[in-house]
């Protein structure tokens, strides 16, 4: 599938002014917290994410969208999110991060075309189809088919990323990068909806996967 590169002005717009400042102080103090380490599900998940795209990964605590934007450190990130931190205080964070509201008991078309609108534009978009922290007991809980209808529509790939995060403060983070799904390529543009339910669990599966080779051990 052909991507759309980012626009090489937006790359210093003031748009993402408070974005870049904080991600730029924080590496080294991140760096030094997470001790990051990747690992890659294939050597084409190693290349470089371009143009628009759709990233889902698992969602285990609220310092994930941290952890995501470490796992793809070399890319801004727009996550999608419930509209109810924008009736927060923290309104002004939210926004200036770029994060897209979205009403989780009524996802309408204005809010599926302001996600697709960014992905056309070369944005990187990232979200978490459990579409809630999952209990802690590291299962991944049903995907959500809204992140099929987003890739679809945007006609963007999907990236999954699993992230392992510390289990006591001395380990490290672990990500793990699986291959971009071309779901067009793969089911044509507008599959049937009967599919789309069946599209979800086979991206739970590929992040199930993912998982496996998180928590396997290096020799």
Known sequence: MEQKRPNRAKLF???????????????LPGMIWLRP?????????????????????????????????????YRRHHFVCSR????????WWFERFMCIPIDRQ????????????????????????EGHINDG??????FKSGPVLIALQGKVPIVPVYVRPKERFWNRVTFVIGEPIDLIARYGRRP????????AEELHR?????KQIAYQKRR
Do not use: C, Q
């Not at 009524?106 to 189809?129: H, K, M, Q, W």
């Not at 007991?137 to 049903?142: F, K, N």
């Open 37 to 73: 380490r990747w690992r890659f599900e294939s050597k084409a998940a190693r290349k470089f994410i371009r143009g628009g795209a759709l990233l889902i990964a698992n969602h285990s605590g609220f310092f994930d969208p941290v952890n995501v934007m470490f796992a793809v450190w």
């Open 84 to 91: 109810e931190f924008f009736d927060s205080k923290a309104r």
């Open 137 to 142: 007991s590291g299962d991944l809980s049903a």
């Open 106 to 129: 009524n996802f309408n078309f204005g809010s599926l075309r302001e996600i697709t609108d960014e992905l056309r534009n070369g944005a990187l978009v990232s979200i978490f189809p």
């Open 13 to 27: 717009s003031l748009r993402y002014l408070v974005y870049d400042f904080v991600k730029a102080s924080a590496a």
């Open 192 to 199: 049937p909806m009967s599919e789309i339910d069946a599209i």
């Open 206 to 210: 590929k992040e199930e996967a993912l």
